[in-house]
């Protein structure tokens, strides 16, 4: 996972999904880093720096940053970020606006939504290419689908087998016999959980 922090020290960071493995990726050049957004095809992060008004990428593991677009290419108080495929969307909080320009060129901001009734912040791009395809993914979309909150275990006869607690059993008795496992298969992107005794 990665994320932006203002505070004293304003910095890019990230981890492992359970915490482990913090690491700084960028720790100057930085005052506001707002949005971010990972760009899975070229191993890139980006992100918006608001009090520098500039957007800069990186890979992502922090090497070869680059200063994609600043005020002198137009842009005004960028905040949020997202991509689709090679263009890159922000929205602009004093300009009320959405903007886009291509994710390695730049130079060439287009406005997509202007004089919108209120400040833009968050956005986000809804397609296959910003979701890749993850065997992780997928134990999360199990965990929340049968609502257990532990990592579970590989099993030989089947990917993925959570071991219910007594908690959870006894919930599940209520219709049924808990079973004691639930494996978890992924199979064209649905999760498939088979009950085992």
């Keep these: 996972m990665y994320w932006t922090d203002w505070g004293v020290s304003p910095k890019i960071e990230r981890a492992s999904m359970d915490g482990s493995n913090r690491q700084v990726l960028h720790s100057t050049g ?6 971010l957004t990972i760009d899975y095809a070229d191993q890139r992060i980006y992100w918006a720096d608001a009090s520098l008004d500039r957007i800069e990428y990186s890979n992502v593991d922090g090497s070869e ?7 002198d290419n137009g842009l005004a108080h960028p905040f949020g970020l997202t991509l689709d495929k090679n263009i890159l969307y922000w929205t602009e909080l004093s300009a009320f606006s959405v903007y886009s320009t291509h994710k390695f060129l730049g130079q060439n901001i287009v406005p997509i939504y202007e004089n919108i009734l209120f400040a833009p912040s968050g956005i986000a791009a809804v397609s296959a ?10 134990v999360l979309w199990a965990i929340r689908l049968i609502g257990v909150m532990q990592i579970p275990q590989i099993d030989s ?9 007594s908690i959870r059993r006894s919930t599940l008795s209520q219709n049924y016999s808990a079973p004691s496992r639930i494996c978890c298969l992924c199979l064209c992107e649905k999760i498939v959980c088979l009950m085992l005794h």
């Design 30 to 35: 930085l005052t506001w880093p707002n949005g």
């Design 129 to 138: 290419s910003r979701q890749p395809a993850s065997e992780f993914i997928c």
């Design 65 to 71: 940053r680059v200063i994609l677009e600043t005020q």
């Design 157 to 165: 006869a089947c990917r993925i087998v959570f071991t219910l607690n």
